[in-house]
């Protein structure tokens, strides 16, 4: 049997509890993706990239999304996944995805979901400096998984137990909305300067040393707009109505709908999806699942 999502190999970078000993796929996710996208077409299905869904009409038993470059796409049903600052976007806007018929029953439970903004931080060296001290590098950190700090770029993790020169810096929150809108090159500085704060050394150390570098900003891709959930006060209540399907026609599902422990995660993404595709497909899965027995 070949692994599924909640069989792939994963790595932990600490002990204990907390972001410290999350888990990793082994390899990143793009084997996670790769699995999956197998798993639609080895079904039958098609992914379509590059397509940005504009409005989607419906009524009982009929859907029909509408892309861009007058692109169509119609089915008795539809799952919508997209991210949930998507579906708080104001109509008019880049990303802004209409209902037809208007939706304001679940548009106002999404705005009453918590959705944060991060700005993430890829930074790849010649070699991992951070393990050990020289008079260019005053405060060595060996075994850095996790680090949280009060540096500009607070939080950081290595790839431990992957020896990898690859560091990861993490700005979340208020924090990453003040930086919505600036410009990948000055991220890439404050993320610098940050670490050459905590190791004790100087910008001009590190830049020489830097073979690769991405910032991803989620707050300012209009195609996401976030990169998690949160909880807030009405979010229980705002989770049934928005998880209330449309005329047994548009079902809605993603991490910020998910009713465990784990919301925001990629693992409450996929426990969302899975259970929602299952409630559309009713006696249709439990009829293949019967047949799997």
């Known amino acids: 049997m070949p692994a599924g999502p909640a069989r792939l190999p994963c790595a932990r970078s600490g002990r204990g509890g907390g972001a410290e000993d999350s888990p990793r796929p082994v390899g990143g996710y793009g084997p996670l993706l790769a699995y ?7 079904a039958g299905g098609r992914i379509q990239l590059s397509t940005v869904v504009e409005t989607i009409r419906w009524q009982r038993g009929q859907v029909e999304i509408r892309c861009d470059h007058n692109r169509r796409y119609s089915a008795p049903q539809a ?22 018929p208007e939706i304001p029953e679940r548009r106002a439970a999404a705005q009453a979901l918590g959705f944060g903004p991060v ?9 991992p400096f951070w393990e050990q001290e020289s008079k260019e590098l005053h405060h060595a950190m060996p075994a850095l998984g996790f680090l949280f700090s009060d540096a500009a770029v607070p939080t950081w993790w ?26 990948d090159e000055d991220v890439l500085t404050q993320a610098l300067e940050s670490l050459a704060y905590l190791f004790g050394t100087s910008t001009a150390w590190l830049r020489p040393q830097l073979v690769a570098h991405r910032v991803v900003n989620w707050g300012a891709d209009p195609f996401a707009r976030g990169a998690y959930a949160y909880a807030t006060v009405g979010s229980a209540g705002a989770r049934r109505v928005l998880s209330e399907p449309l005329a047994d026609t548009v079902f809605f599902a993603g991490e910020g709908l998910y009713e465990g422990p784990a919301m925001g995660t990629v693992e409450a993404a996929l426990a969302s999806a899975d259970a929602v595709a299952r409630q559309l497909l009713g006696p249709a899965d439990e009829a293949l699942e019967e047949g799997k027995k």
Not at 36 to 42: E, G, K, P, S, T
Not at 84 to 98: D, F, H, I, K, R
Not at 173 to 178: K, N, T
């Open 36 to 42: 999956l996208a197998r798993q639609v077409q080895d």
């Open 158 to 183: 290595s790839q431990l137990p992957d020896p990898r020169a690859l560091l990861t810096g993490w700005v979340a929150g208020p924090a990453a909305a003040r930086l919505r809108a600036t410009p």
């Open 119 to 127: 700005v993430k931080v890829l930074l790849e060296f010649e070699w």
């Open 79 to 100: 799952l919508v996944t997209v991210p949930l600052g998507v579906l708080q976007a104001e109509a008019g806007t880049l990303g802004y995805v209409a209902f037809v």
